[in-house]
């Protein structure tokens, strides 16, 4: 008889309930904030490629002196406006500046890839820029669900098309 009001005893024991509940929840409870905290960072990294290809592009359209002569200097100052390692920005980063007759030509092709080439045109000229970035991702979740571009990275995209101004 007394083993069997032990045996009651253990099974309604309820101390450690909580901790094996959050064994079996916590998994899924950290891999939804990385998620989170990646997709945000992939927001952030967006939200600075355009920056970067705006401001980098701004002195395209204005005809700077400081302005880009080169596919490899465009890709320099979009890396210098993105701020973080320009190493690996550099490594990740692909442009291409194109002129353009009429903005339908130009809205053509802006879908397509950057292929590296640049022209900037001159006063007057319509100019796609295009730039894609790889961004890395640490989540397996997010990894698989942008599965683009390989297993571990997506590409950030951005595009802008502009009319030069008549500068000298």
Same mark, same amino acid.
């Given at each position: 008889?007394? #083993?069997?009001?032990?045996?009651?005893?253990?099974?309604?024991?309820?101390?450690?309930?909580?901790?094996?509940?959050?064994?079996?929840?916590?998994?899924?409870?950290?891999?939804? +904030?990385?998620?989170?905290?990646?997709? *945000?960072?992939? $927001?952030?990294?967006?939200?600075?490629? %355009?920056?970067?290809?705006?401001?980098?592009?701004?002195?395209?359209?204005? $005809?700077? =002196?400081? $302005?880009?002569?080169?596919?490899?200097?465009?890709? @320099?100052?979009?890396?210098?406006?993105?701020? *973080?390692?320009? $190493?690996?920005?550099?490594?990740? +980063?692909?442009?291409?500046? #194109?002129?353009?007759?009429?903005?339908?030509? &130009?809205?053509?092709?802006?879908?397509? #890839?950057?292929?590296?080439?640049?022209?900037?045109?001159?006063?007057? %000229?319509?100019?796609?820029?295009? &730039? @894609?970035?790889?961004?890395?991702?640490?989540?397996?979740?997010?990894?698989?669900?942008?599965?683009? =571009?390989?297993?571990?990275?997506?590409?950030?995209?951005?595009?802008?098309?502009?009319? @030069?101004?008549?500068? #000298?």
């Amino acid at each position: 008889m007394p #083993q069997v009001r032990q045996k009651l005893r253990f099974s309604r024991d309820e101390g450690g309930a909580t901790a094996i509940e959050f064994a079996l929840v916590a998994p899924l409870l950290f891999f939804s +904030l990385f998620s989170l905290i990646e997709i *945000g960072m992939l $927001g952030m990294m967006s939200s600075a490629l %355009d920056n970067a290809v705006v401001e980098s592009a701004r002195r395209i359209r204005t $005809g700077r =002196d400081d $302005g880009p002569t080169s596919a490899a200097s465009f890709k @320099n100052q979009i890396c210098d406006n993105m701020g *973080g390692a320009v $190493g690996s920005c550099l490594s990740r +980063l692909t442009v291409s500046v #194109q002129r353009f007759p009429k903005f339908y030509d &130009a809205n053509q092709v802006a879908a397509a #890839q950057p292929a590296g080439e640049f022209n900037k045109g001159g006063p007057g %000229d319509i100019v796609l820029v295009k &730039a @894609n970035y790889r961004w890395p991702l640490m989540t397996p979740f997010l990894a698989t669900a942008f599965n683009r =571009d390989g297993p571990m990275q997506v590409t950030i995209a951005s595009r802008t098309a502009f009319k @030069n101004e008549p500068y #000298q």
